[in-house]
Each structure stands twice: as C-alpha cells, then as structure tokens.
C-alpha cells in the first residue's frame, strides 16, 4: 500500500477559499504601501550562507534552512571530518546557500549591489515568504509570508512617523483593533548604562523582551543567570514596572536616564514619533512599552510591535530602525528604517474575528446552468458579455443532471444561477435565480448584468 503523502510539520496547504482570503490581505498592504509611495521588489527564495549568517545573532543563525551544495557535496568531506560528527563544521563545507530568514537582510544586500541604480530615499515593499527552523506552534511556522515596508537613505523621524500611519491604516481597513508598541533601542542602551551594566544590553533587551510570556520573577532569574548583579536587577525593577501615559512615562524615564547621552537620545527620538503621532491622529492606541525589546540585534533606534486587542495571538506586526545594517555589506553609512506584516497571522486573527468582507472570499458570481449544445450555444454570447463587464461568470461544462449543476452552485457559493432552455431562448432571456433568496426572475441579458452589478 502506498504511503500516505504529508507536508513538513510547520507547512500549510491553502485552498481556494483560504487563497482569496490571504489576497485580501496582501491586496490592502500593497493598495496602502503603494498610497505611501512605496515600490514592489523581489528577491530569491535562497541567498548565499555568507549574506545570512551572523546578522540575526545566535539564536537565529540556528534557525536557518541550509540547502546542501548541488553534485557530489561529499567529495571534499574527509572520513576524519564524517567521523568528527562536528554538525556546524560540516554544514559550513556542505552548504553555500540558505533559505532566507526574513526579508530585511535580503534587502540590504539588495541595496548594496544596486546602489548605483537607486534613487534615495528609497521605500521598497516587498512580500513573499521566509523560512524559520523552528519549533510550530499556534501561530508559529516554518514557512510563512512577510509584507515589508523599507526606507533607506534618511535619518529623518518622519519614516517612523509614516511606518506608524500605515500599521494604522492597513488594520483600520482590516476592521483589527491593534495596539502599536513603540520603545527605543537607545533607551534599552541607557537604562543597561545607569544599572551599571553597559556591556550586557543584549543579555538585558533579550530577557525583558520575554515579559509578557514568562512573567516578571523568571525575566530576573534570566538575568541573574546572564551574571547581572542583584543590585543592576533592583534598579530595573521600577522601569520595567513603569505606568502611566505615554508622556508621564517619558518623562520619568528623562530623569531616570539623565546621566546617560545615548539614553536621552533615545527619548527625544520617541518623544518627538508620538507627538507628531497625535497630531496627525490614529484610529488605534499607540503606546511606550519600555519592556520591548524585539530579538534581533540590528536595530538601533525606535522599535515597533503590534499586537491584536480582541484575539490572543503575540505580534501581528514588528519593525524598527536599523542603521548600521547595510555597512555588514561594505556600505556604511545608509539609514534605514522598517516595518514587516506577519500575513500568515493576521491570517489567523481575521479568520478568529470573522472579519472578511463576503465579496472577498467568493469566486464565480454567476453560473450558466448547461442543457446540451444548442443552449449553450445561446449561452456562451451571453457568458462573455458578462466577463466583459466584470462579473465572475463560469458555464457549467457537461449537460450534468439540474440538481447536480445546482449542487454545484450552492458547494461554491455562487450568488446567481442563470437557466436558459426553449421558453427562455424563444423570449431571448433567461431565468435568474438567486441562490441566497431562492427568487427567480426572467430577464434579458442586459437587465442580468444590471441585477448583478
């Protein structure tokens, strides 16, 4: 007996229903990022170990899909070396490529080779998916769309300003109550420097980052573990726990941070996104977390994390800036600044919240229903009339049985069946009927196209 085929754990199949709804989604982030000025590009699926190693930090140089070397990849392998059982030994001679991780590194290494192409600022979208070695879970996968939005060539706050705008609008139009979480590297950077610890800011960012998971007591038994002093972990205490709007924390976070120039920095930075923020106002809240921290070590000023109000789900949405990104690449010097839709949860949080308009997610319209060769024949004008004036319009292939064609109409979804036998043709109509109401009315081509438009 044939085995059962499967998919690798952390992979999905998408049928037709779920299709039209991920293209909702990609539709309203590509009609929004092009109403910001942004242009499409694309990359390949795989990038050269070399381009993707190193820039996610240790944990996710773990968490990428290496592809093995085409040929005989074992010719240069010595028996010494098999034996050794060294895994990363062995897959830094077996692998030249991998699949890339995300889209931002691809990018930059984008920007690099085609410098001389390019008009800066250059704002780029890009969607399409990434692979991630990790463990599946509930809202976790292994392959996964993301939909960024970059600038790079500006320093100027007003990106961050815009980034914010879009994350707005896309869930505004989606009918998602988000909350935007904004903080600053800069600030993580100061408070490590007013505890005394200075040179354990990625131990410190990537621990309290974990609050919301693991709770405050495991976030301090974390960072007694990375060798932050009791002391450095007591001072912390109160910025972690910090309350109050977003102008009441960030002034007590000034005066926490007054000694440090990195820190205030920082601060002014998030001062001046929120106030033009609420200026040009946002349909959703937008609030100081000074526990986000995000895991990747590039970013270098204002980091960005949406989450859901009405459905538990962890990030829908995360950005940030990353200033020093393209110089790993030979090109020091260019700012950038970004945002990455996680499509395949905002997947999950529409399907959650039963938030997908009916018009997106049904295909045909209209059903010719399929008598033998002469009503078809009749039919057929009629079926391109319609295409032509936009309706989703299929003829039913075989002269099948009525309840079988009608069977098939309901299975669908269609909104309108169209019969045509010899009264019909005699009269140059057709009998619409609408399959939600059961109605029926007899009508003449151009009278069909007005009731279904």
Request: charged share 25%.
């Amino acid at each position: 007996m044939a085995q059962k085929p499967s998919i690798p754990k952390g992979t999905r199949d998408f049928s037709p229903v779920e299709m039209a709804k991920r293209n909702y989604i990609f539709d309203i982030i590509r009609e929004v990022y092009a109403l910001y000025g942004f242009l499409q590009i694309e990359t390949p699926a795989m990038e050269t170990l070399q381009t993707l190693m190193g820039k996610y930090g240790e944990e996710g140089d773990k968490l990428l899909f290496k592809i093995l070397n085409s040929g005989d990849y074992l010719n240069k392998i010595s028996d010494e070396d098999l034996m050794e059982r060294n895994t990363l030994k062995l897959a830094a001679r077996l692998c030249e490529k991998g699949l890339r991780y995300d889209l931002t590194v691809p990018f930059a290494r984008y920007v690099v080779m085609h410098r001389d192409e390019l008009q800066l600022p250059f704002k780029r979208y890009q969607i399409q998916p990434v692979w991630r070695a990790d463990r599946p879970q509930k809202g976790r996968y292994r392959e996964f769309y993301q939909c960024d939005a970059d600038v790079v060539g500006s320093d100027s706050l007003m990106n961050e300003v815009e980034l914010m705008q879009i994350v707005d609008t896309v869930f505004s139009r989606f009918g998602v109550r988000v909350q935007i979480l904004i903080n600053n590297r800069k600030i993580l950077t100061g408070i490590a420097e007013v505890i005394g610890e200075a040179d354990k800011i990625v131990d410190i960012t990537v621990a309290i980052d974990k609050l919301d998971k693991i709770g405050i007591d495991n976030v301090n038994d974390e960072l007694r573990a990375d060798g932050i002093s009791e002391e450095a972990i007591e001072k912390l205490q109160p910025i972690i726990n910090l309350t109050g709007t977003n102008a009441e924390k960030l002034n007590v976070i000034a005066d926490v941070l007054a000694s440090s120039e990195t820190g205030l920095k920082g601060v002014e930075e998030t001062r001046y996104i929120l106030d033009t923020l609420q200026q040009v106002g946002l349909n959703n809240e937008i609030k100081l977390d000074l526990t986000l921290a995000r895991g990747l070590n590039y970013y270098t000023g204002a980091i960005f994390e949406v989450k859901a109000l009405d459905t538990p789900m962890g990030s829908i949405t995360g950005g940030g800036r990353y200033d020093n990104l393209t110089g790993i690449f030979g090109m020091p010097g260019i700012s950038g600044v970004g945002i990455s839709f996680g499509a395949d949860r905002i997947f999950d949080v529409l399907n959650a919240l039963d938030l997908y308009p009916k018009e997106a997610v049904s295909s045909t319209q209209l059903l010719f229903v399929n008598f033998g060769e002469r009503e078809t024949a009749y039919c057929l004008p009629i079926v391109a009339k319609a295409r032509k004036a936009g309706i989703r319009t299929e003829m039913y292939p075989d002269a099948a049985k009525m309840k079988k064609q009608m069977s098939y109409a309901n299975a669908k979804g269609i909104a309108y069946v169209a019969i045509a036998g010899e009264n019909e043709m005699a009269e140059g109509k057709v009998m619409l009927k609408n399959m939600t109401t059961g109605e029926q009315a007899l009508v003449t081509p151009d009278e069909l196209l007005g009731m279904i438009r």
